[in-house]
């Protein structure tokens, strides 16, 4: 009965460096979420993933970040030379399949740090 | 356009009372409606949801939610508030996309601190 596992819980890396941050979603849900969170701020969808669609990338600030499932198990989400501005929690969450009346489960994010 | 707003960013009330936090929302059609709580360093968990028919739905921990059509509000009370009740609360809605699936929007939440 494993919730949405996510890691690292915490990343400190220095500005220009990438990061990888993965998510494990619910066993058995096709739709999955990563969104970002700023400080004192709420939750900006980033991307969306469903079955074997194509993802909704939508919500990807810049072509520095980017994300990958594969099939319907793991994700991960990669911010390439990171700046500052990217310092966030970032949280993805998992439902059985994306349809609106089902809520999402989250995991308890990646705390993000760029110095 | 879809959106959803949250009016209040910070609410206080003292152990005991009542509380109510609101939410208002954009959509065209018959919304999925959600509130979730975050807790300081964790992630959202779901309170309660509204999908259709009775307006007034009760969820965890006590708290219950009431669908208003004609003032688009979906606000969250609580009859009596606990001091663990402390955390951020958000709103949010399920819009259809064009291709049938759904995509949340979240309010930018209202944190809810309690006296003791």
């Known amino acids: 009965g494993a919730g949405v596992s996510q890691s690292p819980s915490n990343k400190v890396t220095e500005k220009g460096k990438d990061v990888e941050l993965r998510c494990d979603p619910i066993s058995g849900h096709t739709a999955l979420y990563w969104y970002r969170q700023r400080l004192g701020q709420g939750l900006e969808f980033l991307i969306y993933f469903q079955g074997n669609s194509a993802p909704d990338k939508s919500g990807l600030p810049s072509d520095r970040f980017s994300a990958e499932r594969t099939g319907e198990s793991v994700s991960t989400l990669t911010i390439q030379r990171t700046q500052q501005e990217d310092s966030a929690v970032y949280l993805c969450a998992s439902s059985p399949d994306g349809i609106g009346n089902q809520p999402q489960h989250f995991g308890d994010g990646t705390r993000l740090s760029i110095l | 356009a879809q959106s959803v707003t949250q009016p209040d960013i910070h609410i206080t009330v003292s152990e005991g009372a009542s509380l109510e936090l609101r939410c208002n929302y954009s959509y065209g059609a018959t919304p999925y409606l959600f509130w979730y709580v975050q807790s300081p360093g964790q992630g959202l968990q779901l309170l309660l949801k509204?999908?259709?028919?009775?307006?007034l739905v009760q969820g965890i921990k006590g708290f219950e939610a009431e669908f208003k059509r004609s003032q688009s509000s979906f606000n969250l009370r609580k009859p009596s508030v606990h001091w663990s009740d402390a955390a951020e609360y958000f709103c949010a809605v399920g819009a259809r996309r064009t291709s049938g699936t759904y995509k949340y929007i979240f309010g930018t939440g209202t944190r809810l601190k309690v006296l003791a």
């Open positions: 509204y999908f259709s028919g009775d307006t």
